[in-house]
């Protein structure tokens, strides 16, 4: 089962910023959050990922709790091509861990 | 970055036939790659995680006889649907990570969208 919860759906408009958020109160210590995308039909995009830090690329901005329980994808400008279904993963990663998939959050970007 | 590429984009076969799925890493080596399927309006569900030169290691309540993985290099992997099923029209998404670290993301192929009929 997924580790992770998040809100089935959310809004947002055009141009602000959309906070996505997720729990995962039990990620245990070598555990990396991992945001991934999926638009209709295609393959899940990565997005970012994180172990305690804050991180921030060109897509997006992770924001992880001191406690590592829950943390909050930002993405900075929405458009509406960031229409999509956002999961939020938990896992060792790399070849030493898989990806469970919750069912994530159906962010829709409004004109 | 690290590209993964599978193929066939989609296909359509008939009910009793085998379909094979290829998944290949293109920039990177990869010794373990991951199947997932996904049925509409759902989410991705774990398959099966392939390990080049061993057996796969499939998940609870999947049958490792209908779906047989085969990761021979370290570059691809191939599922293959056996005596395929209008039940199992899916979409099959594979992945892959370059490293063995957590700081090692995931990528995913484009999958795969095959239709029993």
């Known amino acids: 089962d997924a580790k992770t919860t998040q809100p089935p759906s959310m809004d947002c408009a055009e141009g602000r910023a959309a906070n996505l958020p997720c729990n995962h109160s039990?990620?245990?210590?070598?555990?990396?959050v991992y945001w991934y995308r999926q638009i209709h039909s295609q393959g899940p995009q990565y997005i970012i990922h994180?172990?305690?830090n804050n991180e921030t690329n060109e897509m997006a901005s992770l924001i992880i709790t001191e406690d590592r329980k829950s943390s909050t994808l930002i993405l900075p400008h929405a458009t509406l091509r960031d229409t999509a279904v956002y999961y939020c993963?938990?896992?060792?990663?790399?070849?030493?861990?898989?990806?469970?998939f919750g069912k994530g959050t159906k962010l829709s970007v409004k004109p | 970055g690290a590209v993964v590429s599978q193929h066939p984009s989609w296909v359509i076969c008939k009910s009793g036939t085998s379909v094979k799925i290829e998944c290949r890493s293109l920039?990177?080596?990869?010794?373990?790659m991951f199947w997932y399927r996904q049925f509409p309006k759902q989410s991705l569900m774990l398959m099966a995680t392939?390990?080049?030169?061993?057996?796969?290691?499939?998940e609870q309540g999947v049958e490792k006889d209908k779906f047989l993985i085969n990761h021979a290099s370290l570059t691809l992997s191939t599922l293959t649907v056996t005596s395929a099923h209008p039940e199992d029209s899916s979409f099959y998404i594979c992945?892959?990570?370059?490293?063995?670290?957590?700081?090692?993301?995931?990528?995913f192929g484009s999958g795969t969208r095959l239709t029993v009929v």
């Open positions: 039990t990620i245990s210590g070598n555990e990396y």
């Open positions: 920039d990177f080596q990869a010794t373990t």
């Open positions: 392939s390990n080049e030169g061993s057996k796969a290691t499939y």
């Open positions: 994180g172990l305690k």
């Open positions: 992945s892959a990570s370059p490293g063995t670290g957590g700081d090692y993301g995931y990528t």
């Open positions: 993963i938990v896992s060792p990663g790399g070849s030493q861990g898989n990806l469970i």
